[in-house]
């Protein structure tokens, strides 16, 4: 059974930092391409950043230079480190695990919510 469990939501205020973690189980982690991506409420989900399973990064052009992305393949985690947060950073963060290798498959999380308020 394929599990993405995220954490690390909660209220902060702007200019404020939030790290996100998502811990997987019951997939090959390493080879997965994993990304987060947020969905605000009346909007689409959007990506916000994406790790390769070689370590290649990208990420929406407006949170460039605020957030981080990065993998620890042993701990079979992802983490999105948010810094300088802004209102329109609110929104429900999603993990997401892609494989596109042979069989193609894709997982998401159940999501955790960001709130950035004064």
């Known amino acids: 059974q394929v599990q993405l469990v995220e954490s690390g939501g909660g209220l902060v205020q702007p200019g404020g930092s939030l790290r996100l973690s998502c811990e997987a189980s019951g997939i090959t982690f390493r080879i997965y391409s994993m990304g987060w991506y947020r969905q605000a409420p009346g909007k689409q989900r959007e990506l916000v950043a994406a790790?390769?399973?070689?370590?290649?990064?990208n990420y929406a052009d407006s949170v460039k230079g605020r957030f981080t992305i990065s993998r620890d393949n042993a701990k079979k985690t992802v983490y999105l480190q948010m810094n300088s947060l802004k209102p329109e950073d609110t929104a429900v963060y999603y993990c997401n695990a892609d494989l596109r290798s042979g069989v193609s498959r894709n997982y998401w999380g159940q999501g955790t919510q960001v709130t950035v308020s004064s």
């Open positions: 790790i390769t399973s070689g370590g290649s990064t």
